[in-house]
């Protein structure tokens, strides 16, 4: 019981496979609820597969997927997030012309509640929520050092920028799980500082369990309190950073020798 | 005002009316039609047999139009919405050409010689109440997050799933919605025209509203009343130069496309609003140039 | 019985000539997942430029052949250059593709209208009307060579597409064109080639269907039938493409012959609504997961 409540997320015997390939086999890995957990590997180890898999972007093979003890495996990926797991894209995906406000505005949508009607005749229940919601978007927008930039069209930010607008507005969603997808991606060491800080500031401000895809070595081992390795879809390690950096598989997968037994 | 403007502005409110629908399918959540005429032919046949075969007031058959219309559209999207890529606009394509070859064959209703008799209801001031009931509607409807969640499915459809949005349900709102102002827009047709005919509706006629849409500018309302207002009054005007109308049409499309293509007012609305935040944006980004130099 | 198989042969007839219009379409789209709606007024001035070699240039029928094929690859290719390279190089989202092949689409049947006018032109006659006798069968003269000549231009593709190392990239690159850019196939080169390749074979389906029936500016039914073939078959598949063709050739002439000829042209949208609700990637097609 209290094991249940302990974890956020518990993934189990998670398969995915694309025709006749396995991108993910077999994993099994639980989020602490408050926890930062990392997930590494080599490129097309299976990273992003997971992260597309938990979010419902694509359909498990085999497997369970559990949130906050319900199963959410095959759930359609907008109840996943209404249910309170959201994410970053790898390849940022924000709503490209709209502004900075606006994309953040959109995602604020669950906390209202008015109907179609209500807003077609401007009811009062609709003029209401809707004025919460632009503060709710503008608050989220001072939280992340945005404000100033509001009116700016998303793909006319700076690349950091965009990465920092896409978690606001995965925060916009009130979620208790974020997943990032190699949020530090094309940042330099100044970015990358910084937007460490802000994982573990919103992390602690929004109550939030954070699973981090991340090739910056350093940031998930001063990250992350434990960290998952894959390799060619199959979980290699698991332990706290210093257990990973002397686990010598790890090392072995990262230095490109051969495929340990039981990969392909 | 001279009858024959008169009929023009009427004309004019009646594609607008179909623009306008089409404006939230294609502009405003980024789906692609290819059969509006389709639900305008629903609409002119539905209105056609209220008022002219059943003697009921306009006002029932404008609203049985609209309402056929989306019991069309509801079926094809729950269909065809949940598919990937084209199969939307295979789906709207095979529709229109489908019910027009079934319009030809009912003898019923005419078949393909049409039907001559219908009640002339349509008038200056009907056309103009539901043209700007048709805009308000439809200015409240996307500025609400109903209307913000349709711009997100255009804009990036993942991401509006992520963001909690049922992108399914969210465009098949988009599709019905839009096949009413066509139904409507058809009732009204047939009604102004007296005398409808399947041909009327056919595969160019989907293609032609689509066009006025991309003219006036994906995701603006004013741009779509401009685009329906010009484009229905500069053909009237040139006469002349009627055949090289489509021409012009399908070249200027290419171009729109590879060269600005969010249309005139892409994004942009003629309102006190709406130009605040076309400055805004534009400061800002002056503002971001600025920064960005040492 | 006899009057079975006879209906056959004319649908395989019709259906050949389907296969070699909804290749395009499926060729293009394997490529670049998108409908080429284009396609349907290259195969229309196609039928014209047969027409006009034939009766203005005064060319022997396969000069003519050669004439239309080779100008319809050109007005491919060219249509590519212009109406999607652009958004191509912009990485622009589908939706931009399928309008601007619309306009070209509009653009191409207007200019023929505007210029050469609405009517109807019939081709000389090169073969002869009475048909030939086979096994108690009749079977035009001008239905065989169609036959013949359109499993011949397919197995010509086929064997493109097997066998060269064009052929071979382009399989490449309908499997995951980003892939193949960064193995190192030129994608500009691949997309030209599959435009001319499909323009090719819509010269030669628009001059027999210039023959066959007449040439008319708006043949988009026809084109758009061929399109709902390449659907059926599964969007992207050639083999896909032409069975779909075979399909669809056969049970409108059975239609056409067993029930009412008005309805020949709606069966095309009946098989369309099945496949979209039973089997969207149609017989074999396959179901893609998008990458994410
Ligand atoms: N939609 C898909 N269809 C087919 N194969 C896929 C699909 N998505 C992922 N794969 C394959 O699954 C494997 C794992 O990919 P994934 O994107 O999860 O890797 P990753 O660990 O995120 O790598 P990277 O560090 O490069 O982002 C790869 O071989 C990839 O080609
Ligand atoms: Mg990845």
Redesign the pocket.
């Known amino acids: 019981m209290s094991q249940e409540n302990e974890n956020i997320l518990e993934v189990q015997g998670l398969t995915k496979r694309?025709g006749g390939l396995a991108?993910v086999s077999e994993v099994d890995f639980k989020v602490r609820k408050g926890g930062i957990i990392g997930l590494i590997?080599p490129?097309?180890?299976?990273?992003?597969?997971i992260f597309n898999l938990v979010t419902g972007v694509y359909k498990v093979s085999e497997g369970t997927v559990n949130f906050e003890g319900k199963s959410i495996t095959d759930l359609e990926p907008y109840s996943i997030a209404d249910m309170g797991v959201t994410r970053t894209f790898?390849n940022i995906r924000l709503f490209k012309n709209l502004s900075v406000f606006d994309n953040v505005f959109t995602a604020c949508h669950l906390s209202a509640t008015y109907s179609l009607p209500e807003a077609i005749l401007r009811l009062p229940r609709f003029r209401r929520e809707e004025k919460l919601l632009k503060e709710k978007a503008q608050g989220l927008l001072e939280i992340v050092g945005l404000q100033d930039r509001a009116d700016v069209v998303a793909s006319n930010l700076p690349y950091g920028l965009q990465r920092r607008l896409e978690i606001v507005r995965a925060l916009a969603l009130d979620p208790r799980l974020l997943l990032l997808d190699e949020p530090a991606a094309g940042m330099n060491p100044d970015e990358t500082e910084q937007l460490m800080r802000l994982i573990a500031d919103v992390r602690d401000r929004f109550k939030l369990s954070v699973l981090v895809i991340e090739h910056h070595m350093d940031l998930v081992m001063r990250l992350c309190e434990r960290i998952v390795v894959?390799n060619f879809g199959i979980k290699l390690a698991e332990g706290s950073p210093d257990d990973i950096r002397g686990d010598a598989r790890v090392v072995e997968a990262y230095l490109g020798a051969p495929a340990p037994a039981g990969g392909k | 005002m001279d009858s024959y403007i008169q009929g023009i502005f009427m004309l004019a409110g009646i594609n607008l009316m179909a623009v306008l629908g089409l404006s939230l399918l294609t502009g405003f959540t980024g789906l692609f039609s290819f059969g509006h005429a389709g639900f305008m032919a629903i609409g002119a046949y539905t209105a056609a047999i209220m008022t002219s075969m059943l003697k009921l007031p306009f006002i029932v058959g404008i609203v049985a139009a609209g309402f056929t219309a989306a019991i069309f559209a509801y079926l094809i999207g729950r269909m065809t919405l949940k598919l990937k890529g084209d199969y939307f606009c295979i789906a709207t394509l095979g529709f229109g050409e489908a019910i027009r070859l079934i319009l030809d064959n009912f003898q019923g209703l005419g078949g393909s010689r049409g039907w001559p008799g219908v009640p002339a209801h349509t008038s200056m001031l009907n056309i103009f109440i539901a043209v700007v009931i048709g805009v308000l509607f439809l200015s409240n409807l996307v500025r609400s997050r109903h209307g913000r969640n349709l711009i997100a499915v255009r804009e990036e459809e993942l991401a509006a799933q992520i963001a909690g949005i049922n992108v399914v349900r969210y465009k098949t709102l988009a599709l019905v919605v839009s096949a009413i102002y066509a139904g409507v827009a058809g009732a009204f047709l047939a009604h102004y025209m007296t005398f409808i005919q399947p041909k009327m509706f056919s595969l160019i006629k989907s293609t032609e509203l689509t066009i006025i849409v991309i003219f006036g500018g994906l995701g603006s309302i004013s741009g779509s009343v401009l685009g329906a207002v010009v484009l229905t009054f500069l053909p009237e005007l040139l006469r002349a130069v009627d055949k090289w109308r489509l021409v012009a049409y399908g070249a200027a499309v290419i171009l729109i496309m590879i060269s600005r293509p969010r249309g005139l007012m892409g994004g942009m609305e003629l309102t006190p609003n709406g130009i605040k935040k076309i400055i805004a944006e534009r400061k800002a980004k002056k503002a971001a140039a600025q920064r960005s130099e040492p | 019985m006899t009057q079975f198989f006879q209906q056959v042969v004319n649908g395989l007839s019709i259906g050949s000539v389907y296969a070699l219009m909804a290749v395009g379409y499926s060729l293009v789209y394997s490529i670049m997942n998108f409908s080429n709606f284009a396609h349907g007024g290259v195969i229309m001035l196609g039928a014209y430029f047969g027409f006009y070699a034939m009766t203005l240039l005064k060319l022997p029928f396969l000069a003519s052949f050669a004439v239309a094929a080779l100008g319809t690859a050109l007005l491919a290719v060219a249509i590519e250059r212009i109406a999607y390279r652009p958004l191509r190089m912009r990485k622009a989202p589908f939706l931009y593709f399928i309008i601007s092949a619309m306009g070209a689409s509009i653009f191409l049947e207007n200019i023929v209208i505007a210029t050469i006018g609405p009517t109807f032109r019939t081709y000389p006659e090169v073969f002869a009307r009475t048909p030939l006798s086979l096994w108690g069968l009749s079977i035009g003269r001008l239905d065989l060579i169609m036959f013949g000549v359109s499993a011949l231009c397919l197995s010509g593709l086929v064997a493109f597409i097997e066998l060269t190392r064009t052929g071979k990239a382009i399989r490449a690159a309908s499997y995951n064109i980003k892939a193949a850019a960064l193995m190192g196939v030129n994608t500009d080169r691949v997309v030209t080639t599959v435009f001319a390749l499909g323009g090719l074979l819509a010269g030669v389906a628009g001059v027999f269907f210039g023959m066959k029936y007449t040439v008319y500016p708006q043949i988009g039914v026809i084109t758009l039938k061929s399109f709902i073939a390449a659907v059926f078959g599964g969007l992207g598949s050639l083999p896909g493409a032409v069975l779909g063709s075979v399909i669809l050739g056969t049970l409108e002439t059975f239609v056409a012959g067993y029930l009412s000829s008005q309805f020949r042209d709606l069966i095309a949208f009946v098989i369309l609504i099945g496949v979209l609700v039973f089997k969207p990637s149609g017989i074999m097609g396959k179901p893609t997961?998008d990458?994410a």
């Open positions: 694309f991108a590997g490129n097309g180890a299976g990273k992003t597969t790898q894959l | 997961e990458k």
